[in-house]
């Protein structure tokens, strides 16, 4: 499993006969086409979460740029290791674990999608744009991607670095989950298309539903839990220390997260995974030079159980609502005659929706919900 960008959606359609539409496709290749300057320049994209944030040319098929949304900085020095700046990002989460962190601070400048270091946030564009993308941004207009929680007062802080900063002739601040419903457009020219729907966004640290009915947020219909991806890499961490004594504590919460995104997976028939004996012999690497190797059974088909039973985590997380009542609550708060519209199109975005069966599982047991 991997986090993906919001143009990269699974396409999930449930109607009443349990039809079943997933698909790939980009909402980058759709706001090409919605913005034209007319000077043959390429929008940009840039996707903000907690986890990672993603840059790339409007029509690519993935990303450009995939990077923590983290920013660096080498304790008692205001030089990075190759002497060049006081901060640097790092590409992946797996690269912070080369720095000790006796000498070394990593600060994410996000929160369940809200900024809250808005100068980290700015080294953060300014490295996706200069050094990643090696773009001129007074070239391209941008889109720039918010949460659906987002503040007036956060859009203005955007804007104005965006325009006042980087100097870009054109900026959009894209709603995530309108811009999700867009990207599950098969075209644009699809008589089919329409901006009502549900999103569910399970991220890195929390997992909500949002209903979207002509383009609007019915935000008194949201639903959030405090579960997401950083809990399920929690949840198989411990699996792994109850089942690997050769683990070193360090090392089993990067191993865990790989073992999650590699090898987990949603069964349509968890209990009768129990008795089924896999013992699969899982390997990668830590950081960028050790290699570690294990075997594995019960952490494939648990790690994406849990947003389905969350009471097999430990302590207040166990009570929260399992995901298929979490999006069936949701819509059941929204107008009666918007509610069949809302069931049949449910679309799933951010990383932690990427587990194999997925899709087939939430489809079933919201079905069920929605006919009792």
Not at 30 to 48: E, K, L, Q, W
Not at 92 to 98: A, R, T
Request: hydrophobic content about 35%; some cysteine.
């Amino acid at each position: 499993m991997q986090n993906f960008s919001l143009g990269q959606c699974f396409t999930l359609v449930s109607t009443m006969n349990i039809n079943i539409r997933k698909q790939l496709v980009t909402s980058e290749r759709t706001f090409a086409t919605m913005i034209d300057m007319g000077d043959g320049s390429v929008p940009i994209v840039i996707d903000n979460g907690s986890a990672n944030t993603r840059a790339g040319f409007a029509g690519m098929a993935e990303p450009s740029v995939i990077v923590a949304s983290a920013i660096g900085k080498q304790l008692g020095s205001s030089r990075k290791p190759d002497g060049d700046s006081m901060s640097y990002t790092v590409d992946s989460h797996e690269k912070i674990l080369e720095y000790p962190p006796s000498r070394y601070e990593f600060r994410y400048m996000l929160r369940h999608g809200l900024v809250q270091d808005w100068n980290a946030l700015e080294q953060l564009w300014h490295s996706c744009i200069y050094e990643k993308l090696r773009c001129v941004p007074e070239e391209h207009v941008f889109l720039v991607s918010e949460s659906p929680f987002n503040t007036a007062e956060n859009r203005e802080q955007m804007a104005e670095i965006m325009f006042e900063t980087f100097n870009v002739p054109g900026l959009y601040i894209g709603s995530q989950p309108i811009l999700s419903l867009i990207a599950s457009w098969g075209s644009l020219e699809s008589h089919s298309n329409n901006l009502t729907g549900t999103v569910v966004d399970s991220g890195e640290s929390a997992t909500t539903i949002i209903p979207v009915a002509d383009g609007y947020i019915l935000r008194n219909c949201i639903q959030q839990i405090p579960l997401g991806g950083r809990d399920i890499t929690s949840y198989v961490q411990g699996l792994l220390r109850k089942n690997q004594r050769n683990l070193r504590l360090s090392q089993s919460f990067e191993i865990a997260r790989q073992i999650k995104e590699q090898y987990g997976y949603v069964s349509l028939d968890p209990e009768g995974e129990r008795y089924r004996s896999f013992n699969t012999k899982a390997s990668g690497k830590y950081g960028t030079s050790e290699s570690w190797s294990c075997n594995i059974d019960e952490e494939m088909y648990l790690s994406g159980e849990v947003l389905f039973r969350p009471n097999l985590l430990r302590g207040s997380k166990s009570r929260l609502t399992a995901l298929p009542d979490l999006v069936d609550s949701s819509i059941q708060m929204c107008p009666i005659d918007l509610r069949r519209e809302l069931y049949g199109n449910i679309v799933l975005t951010s990383g932690s929706t990427r587990f194999h069966g997925m899709n087939s599982r939430l489809q079933r047991d919201v079905y069920n919900l929605a006919n009792k």
